[in-house]
């Protein structure tokens, strides 16, 4: 689905697994950046599917990045330390650099993703600036990926549309 109205992500700052400080939406480097965001425990697995699948997809894209990214911030301060432990032996070592515990405003991330399902994963397509061009949510399917694919292209598309082609100067 399209968003509802357009949304820009929250600004957010924090670590990957694999210990890289990220800020957010400063991060993001490619022409869009995927988001595939988590706001309770038993979206952990649809998160691991959707990336897994991003990842043999978009994993080496020169065009398109990629973060995992699980809401943290409501969880107990007192639980936030096995839950970071938790996570670090269980995601894989090649995708700890996507993989960022979002410890703050997660109110932000609710209102961007248009959270209403608690246990889904939520995929967010944004440009550089953050804004949220597309988003769905939920199991990535086949039917649910071929969408996601077929919309990312046509975002890709649209970006370039937007950027300055090659010069049209005669060659000297």
Known sequence: MFAQQTAEIP?????????????????????????????????QEQIANWGRLISADYGKSQEVDYFELA??????????????????????????????????DESGWRTAAHYDKPDDAYILLVDRKGTVLWQTDGEPT??????????????????????PGPSSAPPH
């Open 71 to 104: 809401m943290l911030a409501k969880a107990p301060k007192l639980l936030r330390g096995m839950i970071l432990k938790r996570l670090q032996s269980t995601v894989r070592f090649d995708e700890r650099p996507h993989f960022i515990p979002v410890l703050e």
């Open 142 to 163: 086949n039917a649910a990926y071929a969408r996601f694919k077929a919309e990312l292209t046509r975002v890709l598309e649209a970006q370039s549309d937007r950027s």
């Open 11 to 43: 600004p957010t700052h924090g670590a990957t697994l694999a210990g890289t400080e990220v800020r957010l939406p400063e991060a993001f480097k490619t022409k869009i950046t995927i988001l595939v965001v988590g706001f309770s425990h038993a979206s």
